[in-house]
């Protein structure tokens, strides 16, 4: 069975919500890309619209908007999603995963675009870490 880690960003507070979605909400999101936009009771969120901004699969390589398909990929890269370098012209062969959302993504980042009647934190029950 198809299991997701939903990452929610709010922007009005800058909060970031995690959210587990299984069963056939998770099915439904398979074939999804970076970029579409879907209804918020895929991840327990009535009312609410997100956009898909990026994921990482299950061996933790993100998804980049810019190579399509599902597949796990080693391109050359100089900068971007993936890769950070400090020096100038450097570039270097990484593995990335393809722009949509497949059995092997593990986790998913969204960002809401749309809100509900109803605030994210009401909806989205926030456990308190015992101190």
Known sequence: M????????DGKDGKSYQVPVTGHHANSLIGKKIGDVVDGIFVGLPGY???????SDKDGFPMRKDLPGVKR??????????????EQGL???KSVRGSAISPETSQLNLKVTQSGSKPLEELIKVEEKKK
Do not use: P, S
Not at 49 to 55: A, S, V
Not at 73 to 86: A, Q, S, V
């Open 49 to 55: 619209k997100l956009t898909i901004t990026g994921g």
């Open 73 to 86: 990929r080693k391109i050359l890269m100089t900068n971007g999603i993936g890769f950070d370098t400090t």
């Open 91 to 93: 570039r270097r062969r």
């Open 2 to 9: 198809v299991e997701f880690k939903a990452v929610i960003n």
